[in-house]
Structure formats: structure tokens, C-alpha cells
């Protein structure tokens, strides 16, 4: 078997690469009018099946958790997620190559003013569950309490229609709840940067992180993945430093 076969045979296994796509994160993806997927992680998706020369078959979710479930019991052969211990126990992962913040956001009337008087007993933070915020928060917040939405997409309306004191969650998706519903701000600064990266099922052949990994920082150094934050006018994103 040649050397390409055989990253096929490793990289899709059923002859198709069976690649996740999170919707739940507007900075990787999105769904257009007519319910299909397009963003920076279709793009590459689509690179990858070429370059491997397969066909792809993009497997769409609404979060990050889902998504990372499907991957990990091999149900699909990679995906695209925030780095994450919890997650590198059953995924392994690329160097990221895209860098997002996190951000918090109140209401205008707030009293909270900074990021020191989030975590403060009594406070209720709202978070996606299963994404990468919840898994971070979950490790780092010790007095306010956590309040898991459905999906991150829904955070925001959560947040209101439960009256919370804080929601969590990529800054893009809680700046479109600000113009969505008015009344609303964000705290100065973020509490943690979200590295983007690849990963496929932790006991796959070496090679298969290898190949994604080599074919990321390709895509990186020949300024690909910055071409896509511009192509899909991707703001308060920045592109991975070289591993």
C-alpha cells in the first residue's frame, strides 16, 4: 500500500472524510439561507478532502460538546474545536490556527463593572454547555454559580428570559446579542483566548494528527487562513502563531 493510500485508509476509513461542523461558533461557521454550511472551517474541511483526494461529508452541529462526542466515539473522523484538556483525553489535537476571546457581557445597569467582580457568590454565569467556556469555567470559577444554556447560540436569550447576572461566550456572538436586544454590554478585556484547532479520535495512527497538523501550519504560513477570516468577514479573530 503507497503512503498516501495508506493516510486514506486512516484519515476515512469508510472512504469518505466524515469531517464535524459546529454552527454554534459564528467565527468557524454558519448555516446560509438554504441550511448549508459555509465559514473558515468548511473551507479547510474542503481542503483536506482534497488534498487526501476523497469526498467529504460535512456532519453539522449546533455545539462544540456534540460535535466532540461524534468525533470522539469515531462517529466522524475529525472536526474542528477550542483546545481543551477534557477534550484531548479522547481527541488529539493540532497546534490551533485561529485565536478567539471569550468575553463576558450584563446589562447595562449592571453594577458589575470588570472582570474581578464576576466571580462573586451569589452571581449567576450563563454558558454554552459542553463548550469550550463551560469546560474553562468550569475549572476557574469557585464562588458564582454556572447556568449551562443549550447551545452558545441561545446564550444571550437565556441569559434575559432568566434573568442571569452574566453570560459567557465568543465575543462576536454576544456583540450580535447587544445589536439584537439592546440594554446590554460587555466587561472590558476577556477572560481566556480560545485557541481553534483540529483534532481527530485520540487512537487513530499517529499519522493522522501528523498529516493535520503539517497541513495546518501549511495553511497558516501561506497566509490561507487569514484569506478566509477576510473572506468571511471574520472581525476580533486573529490567525495562530507558527507551531
Known sequence: MSE???LRKIMAPTGVLRTTINVGNPILAGLDAEQQPFGVSVDLAKRIAQRLEVELELQVYASAGEAVDIV???KADMGFFALDPKRGESIEFTAPYVLIEGCYLVREDSPITDQEDVDRPGQ????GKGSAYDLYLSRTIQHAELVRAPTSPKVVEFFREHQLDIAAG???Q???GIEEFGGLRLLPGH???IQQAMGVPRNRPPEAAAFLSALIEEVKAEGEVARLLEKHAIQGASVAPAA
Open 4 to 6: 498516501a493510500s495508506r
Open 72 to 74: 470522539s466515539s469515531e
Open 124 to 127: 449567576r454565569i450563563v454558558v
Open 170 to 172: 465568543v465575543k462576536q
Open 174 to 176: 454576544l456583540e450580535a
Open 191 to 193: 477572560f481566556m483566548t
